[in-house]
């Protein structure tokens, strides 16, 4: 189903509620599943990868995109947890919660779905402990570690540095493990999770992250004394949890052939990210034999099967500025406020090749009808003629990651609709648009 | 009523549900307005600035709380229109919109309504047209003016530099006024909207920006030429809305007695901000003869009287740095994230004078339970002994304005209760906490 037919469809039947609009690909959730699993591969077998989920497990972060509608479409296509302390569906499993500290009911939810928990620092060991003895489960727990690297990205999505909030820095993982030894009957340590935060591209990083996973993991078999081995440690501790953060990775459909990047260019680098496979290819050979490795990405999962489509409003010039003034707004897409993130945007109609060939661009700033002026979609973009107008639709891509996770309704804007393709002719509303009852009713 | 003895009762009734918590002081919001309405008192006498609004007019732009009844609040003390494009409460007038493009039924609901409607553009003029033509209504206009003025405040905050989305830069006034009274049957001019940014501290600019406002309205009123006045100009076009804008500025009873802001010191500053007594002083002897002064503020308005409450989950130390981990979280505060913005944080319970004099502080972040680095309400905070610990509770002053009106569900965190103190022993729940079948209900 092209992108323009799926438009005139959803305005033929919802008017002025179908735009702005956020569109899932089901094929590039399942393209992006198939590069994990086929890089997980190498670890064993595709069935043992796929079937058994010992050596290599693929989990998703549901906070990169909430809908359970994407969620489901992950699993189906091979994901086998889908992280989220809220959700109960069939097939997704409570698995660690990634947060550096949650509230008790929340322990509480996941200590009675067996989910395996993360332990972030010496309070949090302590509550899951008499948590866990207040429930009367065993509960499974992984430390989550602070290693202390710079994972090379934007600050706010680095996670893992020696000045974060997040995990349980070297030094004090003795403390911890002690707190949890002495409580034994009621929690076990199953392994390690480490996460570095999003947007990682250089992955020579996993090297030292490889290494503080190492020393940590011979800790907790050897809980206390070396002597003790296999008598006191938890010596089938056994699993590390590599969470997420690879930079949204090139995939053949992400853009549609017709749409070509270059229409409007925001500056996007174009650069080649890493893959799963390698990020495999680092991360193998360190790792210690007999391990079970989760990898539980988010937005390179679902960040590329995402597009939202969102009308011209109109066009305005000030300062010698062009302004492409857009129905979308930074309550769909916050990231580049937040994160100055590039996204690239199109045009859905794409104009005739030799009028682009024959004529400059103009500089433009794709902008929201939001009161601030950090409602921005993309900044200095090229626009090749013809130009834009009125009425016009734009695409902003890679938008599948926290995006609609992160939106709000500032300025009373109402969340939008969620459509997801699957195959060529088949789409499905995953999402209904908010009205203005929905965003009222809490008041009182 | 203490906050303390709100907090308990809360919690008896609500559990875990009343926490995070932003509590609206109905006291502080009417000595808000009081500072507005004595400063538009210099203009005329109180009588006509409350109650023919003739001379002076105080609204209240809703973006920066959005909650009913805080703006009921703020009507019953006083302010005259409350803008907001999707209300039509009693005693609420439709308002200018103060948005740089709105969606065609937008404008068409601000016509019907017989609203003041901002122009913002060329295309906005042209669409403003069509729709009020199309509604048989005649349109009431203001000019939304860019004076390409630095507001000198944050970036995001700043919403009338030359090369910003808003308004209409001078040179294209011309343009604007032709395509408006090609159609004056349908639509009318009644003057000119600035609005500079937000927390401006320094007034100096408004010397500039009166001097572009006096220009403009005197090529209103002169439309075309000079020869034409009062036969083709919109010669009784004498409306200025200068928007909102002003820094918090200091209320007696913005922070109760009890808990002196440098419990915790966020290094917020404690400059004189300037007043809407300062504003008018700078304002009103550059405003032309006859001039009815619109100000529509919102921060200034609400900012300080919320205060978010926030237990404490835990407390941490990583890389030698403490963090205090909160149950609040950039999902209910997201200001210091995206505009560097600091609150200031106290504690509820004041810990004896004496140990704070005898003992040095140490240097803590406030963080939320959000797993993004991002994810802080405060940074840097001087917290003197004792230390605070899992169970107490902070609070989070100036949080009236674009805290919650800015939440989102991001990390699947619901909405959080809002409270409306009214008097020593009342108070009102003003908005109920989300659950989660609220933030599944669009899920299809």
């Given amino acids: 189903m092209s992108l323009e037919h799926l438009r005139r469809d959803l305005q033929y039947q919802y008017g002025p509620g179908a735009s702005p609009l956020f569109v899932y690909s089901c094929a590039t959730l399942v393209h992006n599943v198939r590069c994990y699993l086929d890089a997980l591969k190498s670890m064993h077998s595709w069935k043992d990868v796929v079937f058994q989920g010992a050596a290599g497990v693929l989990a998703y972060s549901m906070k990169a995109n909430g809908n359970p509608r994407v969620a489901a479409a992950l699993l189906e296509a091979g994901v086998q947890r889908a992280t989220c302390i809220h959700y109960?569906?069939?097939?997704i499993t409570l698995a660690s919660t990634p947060l550096p500290a949650t509230s008790r009911w929340e322990v509480e939810e996941a200590v009675r779905g067996g989910s395996l928990l993360n332990v972030d620092s010496i309070f949090d060991a302590c509550r899951v402990v008499e948590v866990a003895t207040d429930v009367g489960l065993q509960a499974k727990l992984l430390l989550r570690l602070n290693p202390a690297i710079d994972a090379l990205t934007h600050p706010y999505l680095s996670t893992a540095m020696a000045d974060c909030k997040f995990g349980i820095e070297e030094s004090q993982v003795k403390q911890?493990?002690?707190?949890?030894?002495?409580?034994?009957n009621s929690v076990k340590v199953e392994g390690v999770h480490v996460h570095l935060g999003s947007a990682i591209t250089d992955l020579s990083v996993y090297g030292n992250v490889m290494q503080s996973v190492s020393r940590v993991l011979y800790q907790i078999f050897h809980y206390n004394k070396p002597e003790q081995i296999r008598q006191f440690g938890w010596h089938d501790a056994a699993v590390v949890n590599l969470g997420g953060g690879l930079g949204v990775f090139p995939?053949?459909?992400?853009?549609?052939?017709?749409?070509p990047l270059a229409l409007i260019d925001t500056?996007?680098?174009?650069?080649p990210t890493p893959t799963p496979a390698d990020l495999m290819k680092v991360v193998l050979p360190l790792l210690p034999e007999g391990v079970t490795l989760i990898l539980e990405p988010g937005r390179s999962l679902v960040a590329s099967a995402g597009v939202l489509m969102t009308e011209i409003l109109g066009v305005k010039t000030n300062g010698g500025k062009v302004f492409v003034v857009t129905d979308a707004a930074m309550t769909e897409?916050?990231?580049?406020?937040?994160?100055?993130?590039?996204?690239?945007?199109?045009?859905?109609?794409?104009?005739?090749?030799d009028t682009i060939l024959k004529e400059a661009a103009h500089l433009v700033d794709v902008v929201g009808p939001v009161c601030e002026s950090g409602d921005y979609l993309a900044k200095d973009c090229r626009l090749p003629p013809p130009a834009v107008t009125q009425g016009d639709?734009?695409?902003?891509?890679?938008?599948?990651?926290y995006c609609?996770?992160?939106?709000?309704?500032?300025?009373m804007r109402p969340h939008v609709m969620e459509v997801m393709v699957h195959g060529p002719a088949n789409y499905k509303i995953i999402r209904r648009p908010q009205n203005f009852d929905d965003i009222m009713k809490e008041y009182q």
Same sequence: chains 1, 2.
């Fill in 88 to 91: 109960c569906l069939d097939s």
């Fill in 251 to 259: 995939a053949p459909h992400q853009l549609p052939r017709d749409h």
């Fill in 393 to 401: 639709c734009l695409l902003v891509w890679m938008t599948g990651a």
């Fill in 404 to 411: 609609s996770a992160m939106a709000s309704n500032y300025n």
């Fill in 267 to 271: 500056g996007t680098s174009m650069d």
């Fill in 333 to 353: 897409v916050i990231r580049p406020a937040l994160y100055s993130s590039k996204h690239p945007v199109t045009r859905l109609t794409q104009p005739k090749t």
């Fill in 176 to 184: 911890v493990l002690g707190v949890l030894w002495s409580a034994r």
